[in-house]
């Protein structure tokens, strides 16, 4: 079984082990995801592997329960962020979709589209594998990310996604840059 300090590092573990270390963490509290958090995904054989980095995601931005924006991305030229709209992401399509660095390309093509300006989800405390713990609802998605802390700068969170038999992991780690967000 790998350590929460190899998880990290190598950002790869099976299901079995990320849902381990979930179990092994305490929860996370609502007041403690305030702010702004980079994002990395842990690979785990989820059919979601390598879209999100590929794609150019950024991370999540958390400005109160009831105003997130779940899906922040770069710009082009990686000196601003922007959030999108979960809902024009369709992820019924994505393990057909190529893993590589053009996906950044097409995002940033698509920003007109996509962009919103508009929180897209809230958290709450909700009941996830025993315990209570701040988890990100989406507001037109079948999606709950829950969080447990693992340490005073980073968070794990798990993709809950309806139908989905396997959780995806990211961990999420506070960021203070001073990046521009477009919102």
């Known amino acids: 079984m790998k350590t929460s300090e190899q998880i990290l590092l190598d950002k790869i573990a099976t299901t079995e082990e990320i849902l381990a270390l979930f179990d092994?963490?305490?929860p996370?509290?609502?007041d403690f995801?305030?702010?702004?958090?980079?994002?990395?995904e842990v690979k785990t054989e989820h059919p979601l592997d390598g879209l999100l980095e590929n794609s150019g995601w950024y991370g999540k931005l958390?400005?109160?329960t009831?105003?997130?924006?779940?899906?922040?991305f770069y710009s082009h030229d990686k000196q601003s962020v922007f959030a999108i709209d979960p809902l024009l992401?369709?992820?019924?399509?994505?393990e057909y979709v190529p893993r590589s660095k053009s996906l950044q390309q097409f995002v940033s093509l698509a920003k007109p589209v996509i962009q919103t300006k508009t929180p897209k989800a809230r958290t709450r405390l909700i009941?996830?594998?025993g315990k209570l713990t701040a988890s990100m609802i989406y507001d037109a998605k079948p999606i709950i990310d829950h969080f447990a802390k693992l340490d005073e700068k980073h968070l794990l969170g798990i993709m809950d996604l309806k139908g989905s038999q396997k959780p995806y992991a990211f961990i999420l780690e506070?960021?203070?840059l001073s990046l521009e967000i477009e919102l």
């Open 33 to 40: 995801l305030n702010g702004r958090w980079k994002g990395f």
């Open 62 to 64: 958390f400005k109160d």
């Open 66 to 72: 009831n105003d997130v924006h779940p899906l922040l």
């Open 24 to 26: 092994s963490l305490p």
């Open 174 to 176: 506070r960021d203070d």
């Open 89 to 94: 992401v369709p992820l019924c399509i994505s």
């Open 127 to 129: 009941q996830y594998r």
């Open 28 to 30: 996370a509290d609502l």
